[in-house]
């Protein structure tokens, strides 16, 4: 273990500014999940091979000459139509069972995503480079590279223009009211399926501009889904559903962690101390809600 | 038990010890088939009778793995040179010490990772329904990138487990993995169905049913959840450590902690078998390992995306399982009594 991090405030500064430009990131990620949980009542684990497979396409328009900051705007319309068949074909007949059968039934697509990105885009670790350049601070001892930047830039804007849709235009009104009662909602005239389908295809959306961002500033890769999954998850958990700047802060601290791991720990233990500390959390909330003889549900 | 009952098992291991004899191209595959059977049997201990849909049973088996290894190794040659080596052999077992080291190295697999499991299950078995099921996916994952990251097991390179001692040849070495793994799979069927007859699983079944309700009822929940755990641990163990010996090198995401294969199989198993029945598992896994090899040796390459579409396919269309399908079609069979008029009238209804 190394604590040199906290001998060198500038590694520290590093770090936290580091941490919180890739947590409004994986907020937003998290964002798209806690929606569809909340409206659905499903948990998709394919959650982090559609970010991966946004990467991608954000990365072929980079192949073909096209700047890939232009995924942020192609990759949620393309992902969009994917994430409305993922539901017609998939989704839509695990809705009403138990969250177990949707776990299993996403793990399923997420193994067949993995593959069929594996197949088309090879298992390469590829990166879109964006040209953007970097920004130094403090006498150029933290290096902050402006796709970073950029990319929790555009999240965030993604982030509020997504709030305002929700709370001002009429699906986002039924998007609401579907998730508070879905029956009473139906018996209002509003068109659960449809409903249904929209939030997954936002959803998706969503997974799109993240990936696009994530091929800009890190590196994608068929098999790097699960993570970003199991970050979204841990996300909601923390922040509860529909608690929008929960999640942000949530996010925020969950990428400051991940940085100071990566420092510490070393870098073949940042995906470990990730899951690591999903089971922590759930452990804590669960002896903290038994005092009260409560459980987690 | 009933002599038809007693035939049948007899039978049964007739057949299983004949086995290596009658097909000996098909050796290894049935000694994976014994494997599977028991990760499937004992999983159902959880998410059939218990209603704890578990992800992380493979921690037992990735844990069991890499002890056994470990073990044989480590008793007699240092562990550390052992593993810096890789592949070329600095030191070679001789038939005495590889079988002494093979006989601890599984005893050492299987009781670490129940023990394990009785340190982690207060706290993890205290989570209920999908919160329990990302929780076990997360600790099976987690272990997995760990052990990746420490040296002394072979870190990202992989340890290769000792070779078979140097008589026989391959013929030998399949016979005696696959008698392992045979009786590991009695000693697992027995104590599954000694269990499956007890009071014990009358509180598993109410467990699954209500759990607060059994609690009101005066069982103590967690300490039958923890023992439930444990007995699947240590035949988890078990067979991880047999199945390390087998495939003779141990890697920590792709062989030991492997969640996106074993770690499904054994759920998809149990699940097209039928969940919450003794033959169940047992038959889900012998269907599931026919079908996989069959695809994995004719569609190479395709192999996960027909994994992925088949789970879909089971989980959405196929819930129930071969056994719930059986037990829907022939009630009588499984000892339901069934008034005709009574399922005339639900055909009716339909």
């Known amino acids: ?297 | 038990m009933k002599q038809k009952d007693l035939i049948l098992y007899t039978a049964i291991l007739i057949f299983g010890l004949a086995a290596p004899f009658i097909f000996p191209a098909f050796k290894v595959q049935l000694s994976i088939l014994c494997v599977l059977i028991i990760l499937a049997a004992t999983w159902n201990i959880q998410g059939g009778e218990m209603g704890y849909n578990s992800f992380g049973n493979i921690l037992f088996y990735g844990l069991g793995m890499y002890l056994c290894a470990s073990v044989q190794v480590g008793m007699f040659f240092p562990l550390a040179e052992w593993t810096e080596s890789g592949g070329e052999k600095t030191f070679v077992h001789t038939p005495k010490q590889f079988f002494q080291g093979m006989a601890v190295g599984l005893i050492v697999a299987a009781v670490v990772p129940t023990i394990v499991a009785g340190l982690i299950g207060y706290s993890i078995l205290g989570l209920r329904g999908h919160y329990f099921a990302i929780c076990t996916l997360g600790l099976g994952v987690a272990a997995g990138e760990i052990s990746g990251g420490i040296e002394i097991i072979g870190a990202g390179q992989g340890f290769t487990t000792p070779p078979f001692p140097d008589f026989g040849g391959l013929e030998a070495r399949g016979e005696f993995f696959y008698f392992c793994s045979f009786f590991a799979l009695v000693l697992t069927f027995i104590t599954i169905r000694a269990i499956y007859s007890t009071r014990f699983k009358l509180i598993l079944n109410a467990i699954r049913d209500n759990e607060d309700k059994a609690e009101a009822m005066g069982i103590e929940t967690m300490k039958y959840k923890i023992i439930g755990w444990m007995v699947s641990a240590f035949f988890c163990g078990l067979a991880g450590g047999i199945m390390g010996g087998l495939v003779g090198y141990i890697d920590s995401t792709d062989v030991a902690f492997d969640g996106r294969e074993m770690g499904v199989f054994m759920v998809l198993m149990a699940i097209l078998g039928g969940k919450g029945t003794l033959w169940g598992p047992i038959i889900g896994a012998t269907v599931f390992h026919i079908f996989k090899e069959g695809f994995w040796t004719f569609f190479l390459g395709w192999q996960y995306v027909a994994l992925g579409v088949l789970i879909v396919v089971i989980v959405i269309y196929f819930p129930e399982g071969i056994m719930g399908w059986l037990r829907e079609k022939y009630p009588e069979r499984f000892g339901e009594v069934v008034d005709e008029a009574d399922r005339k009238a639900q055909v009716e209804l339909k």
């Open chain 1, 1 to 297: 273990m190394d604590f040199m991090v906290f001998q060198y405030p500038m590694i520290t500064i590093q770090a936290c500014l580091d941490g919180i430009l890739l947590g409004v990131l994986f907020a937003l990620i998290a964002y798209g999940m806690a929606l569809q949980w909340g409206v659905m009542n499903i948990i998709n684990i394919a959650q982090g091979d559609l970010v991966i497979l946004g990467g991608y396409i954000a990365y072929f328009m980079y192949l073909y000459g096209i700047h890939p900051a232009w995924g942020v705007i192609v990759s949620p319309f393309i992902m969009y139509f994917i994430g409305v068949g993922i539901y017609k074909l998939v989704i839509n007949k695990v809705v009403d069972r138990d969250l177990f059968i949707s776990i299993l039934a996403t793990f399923g697509i997420s193994i067949l995503f993995m593959q069929l990105m594996n197949f088309a885009f090879g298992a390469d670790v590829v990166l879109a480079n964006s040209g953007y350049g970097t920004t130094f601070l403090f006498d150029s001892n933290v290096v902050l590279p402006n796709s970073k930047i950029f990319s929790a830039a555009v999240s965030i804007v993604f982030a509020i223009c997504l709030v305002i849709y929700m709370k001002k235009s009429k699906l986002g009104r039924a998007i609401r009211a579907t998730a508070q009662n879905a029956r009473a909602a139906k018996i209002l005239g509003v068109d659960t399926e449809k409903v249904y389908a929209a939030t997954f295809g936002i959803n998706a959306a969503l997974c799109g501009v993240a990936g696009a961002l994530i091929s800009i500033t890190f590196t994608i890769h068929p098999y790097m889904g699960l993570p970003y999954t199991i970050r979204s998850f841990m996300i909601v958990i923390v922040a509860g559903l529909g608690n929008l700047p929960g999640v942000a802060l949530s996010g925020m601290g969950l990428g400051v962690f991940e940085e100071f791991a990566d420092y510490m720990l070393g870098t073949e233990f940042r995906i470990g101390s990730v899951f690591l500390l999903l089971v922590l959390i759930l452990v804590y909330r669960r002896f903290k809600l038994s005092r009260k003889r409560e459980y987690l549900k």
